[in-house]
């Protein structure tokens, strides 16, 4: 440092009150003030004061960065609401699309070839419907992972959405398990017991017994494959299936009357897929706040 800079950094900062001088040297901000700053300030407090005050540890350019990336994930720690509004996209498009291949099958296929093979062709409809599970599960299971930004979830979701709404779709054609699957939830919510049931109460019974398989099952696959926290994860997409995909196949069994082709596949699948989308954002909304705290525990031991 040359003479002339530092007699003008002498006069520059002569001009500043004690407690000015005090709180900079206290403050021992490294990034904002030079060393030259500091010899300079410290000979004017030793002309000042009968001694120099304690000064706090050196913030460094290092510390300052640390401190702004702890603010910018706090600001990040936020709802991802594109989850819900993808994920009904998601399902909404599968479930969409097999209602058509359901249409297809059904009206140009499954008629003549039970005619022909009889109950020979349960293989072939148990192979159909699983397909229709695969084909919904992963394109529902892809559209959260690309909500998220993450291409390599999106593959994994979608694996697990199709693994599981495909076991579903195999469960819910085994003779009575969805009926009576759903009549022991009515029964548990206080609703009807005894026999003499309406039409309505039996397929409302069932379109509910198979939407509880097909969301319980579909949601615990898409928990599974979340990387962090998997029991929270499993545990809010298992509950959001349920309710929703229970309620969504009870109403689509009862006004369509079991017509697995009609326009509620879609509007169904979308408000599922909302539903693990909701779930999903919860999920990520408290597994991050839960890394960022176990990060921070981790720093503080390591300064203690």
Not at 22 to 46: C, H, M, P, Q, Y
Request: with cysteine; net charge neutral; glycine share 14%.
């Amino acid at each position: 440092m040359n003479d002339g800079f530092r007699k003008q950094l002498r006069s520059n900062f002569d001009q500043k009150t004690t407690d000015e001088l005090i709180e900079i040297w206290k403050t021992n901000n490294r990034v904002d003030w030079s060393d030259a700053v500091f010899e300079v300030v410290r000979e004017i407090l030793l002309e000042r004061l009968p001694e120099l005050p304690a000064q706090n540890p050196p913030v460094t350019e290092a510390m300052v960065k640390e401190k702004e990336k702890l603010e910018k994930q706090k600001v990040g720690l936020k709802f991802h609401w594109l989850l819900p509004f993808l994920g009904a996209l998601g399902f909404g498009i599968g479930f969409a699309l097999t209602g058509a291949i359901m249409r297809s099958i059904y009206y140009e296929v499954w008629i003549s070839v039970k005619h022909t093979f009889g109950e020979q062709v349960n293989p072939i409809w148990f192979g159909v419907s699983a397909w229709l599970g695969i084909i919904s599960g992963g394109l529902g299971g892809s559209s959260l992972g690309w909500a998220l930004k993450n291409k390599k979830l999106a593959i994994h979701l979608a694996l697990a959405g199709a693994i599981g709404f495909g076991i579903a779709f195999l469960l819910i054609l085994i003779p009575d398990l969805g009926w009576n699957l759903g009549w022991e939830i009515i029964h548990l919510m206080g609703g009807p017991v005894g026999s003499g049931y309406l039409d309505l109460e039996v397929e409302l019974a069932h379109g509910l017994g198979m939407g509880t398989i097909v969301g319980a099952l579909g949601g615990l696959a898409l928990g599974l494959a979340v990387p962090r926290y998997r029991v929270i994860s499993c545990l809010l997409l298992c509950i959001a299936g349920i309710f929703a995909f229970g309620n969504v196949f009870a109403f689509g069994y009862t006004i369509y009357d079991a017509h697995m082709n009609s326009p509620w596949n879609g509007m169904g699948g979308a408000l599922g897929g909302a539903a693990l989308g909701l779930a999903l954002a919860l999920h990520t909304l408290v597994s991050d706040g839960l890394q960022r705290r176990k990060g921070n525990h981790a720093k503080a031991m390591e300064l203690s």
